[in-house]
């Protein structure tokens, strides 16, 4: 179900919204509450070792379970994005990276509870800092890998911001 059409009363002062209302954005006719539905913006960071490989993450659970992923996440409120990408790598594979470089940006349907949230991806570059090794958060990460990137690779990947943002990528190297 699209976020617009789970909204079926107002979030402010409870009043049903009207039968077949398609409003984008939401406006309660009673309050005049509005809702953009405007999208998340989460952040990706493809990552690079001294050979060149691309690190990777096995999604521990939905959605995209036991698919190919790379770190990364929601932005927090009064997060910068180049922050935010710094904690979720922090938090999720253990280790730092050097500067960021921008990489592209995609728009990206986070299904959640049967409800689909838009979101927009941001994507960063950056090389892991030498001699720190890979300490994966289980809750989130089941398997890791350093890998070139290959069609087989890229069929495995869980999203399609993703993908493009890792075929972009191979474009500039
Ligand atoms: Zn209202």
């Known amino acids: 179900m699209e976020l617009s059409a789970a909204y079926r009363f107002c979030p402010r002062c409870g009043r049903p919204r009207q039968p077949n209302a398609v409003d984008r954005p939401f406006r309660c006719q009673a309050c005049h509450y509005t809702s953009f539905f405007g999208p998340v913006t989460a952040v990706g960071a493809v990552i690079t070792n001294e050979k060149g490989q691309v690190l990777l993450i096995e999604r521990a659970r939905d959605p995209g379970k036991g698919l190919l992923g790379m770190p990364g996440g929601f932005i927090d409120q009064n997060e910068t994005a180049e922050f935010a990408v710094r904690r979720e790598i922090l938090e999720e594979v253990g280790i730092s990276v050097g500067d960021l470089s921008y990489l592209m ?19 960063f570059y950056s090389k892991v800092a030498s001699g720190q090794a890979i300490q994966a958060e289980s809750s989130e990460v089941s398997a890791w890998i350093w890998t070139d990137l290959s069609t087989v690779i ?7 911001s993703n993908r493009l943002a890792l075929e972009k990528f191979m474009q500039l190297s």
């Not at 940006?105 to 994507?123: K, L, M, S």
């Not at 890229?154 to 399609?160: G, N």
């Open 105 to 123: 940006t995609a728009p990206n349907r986070y299904v959640y509870q049967g409800i689909v949230n838009p979101v927009i991806d941001i994507f």
């Open 154 to 160: 890229l069929d495995r990947i869980a999203f399609r």
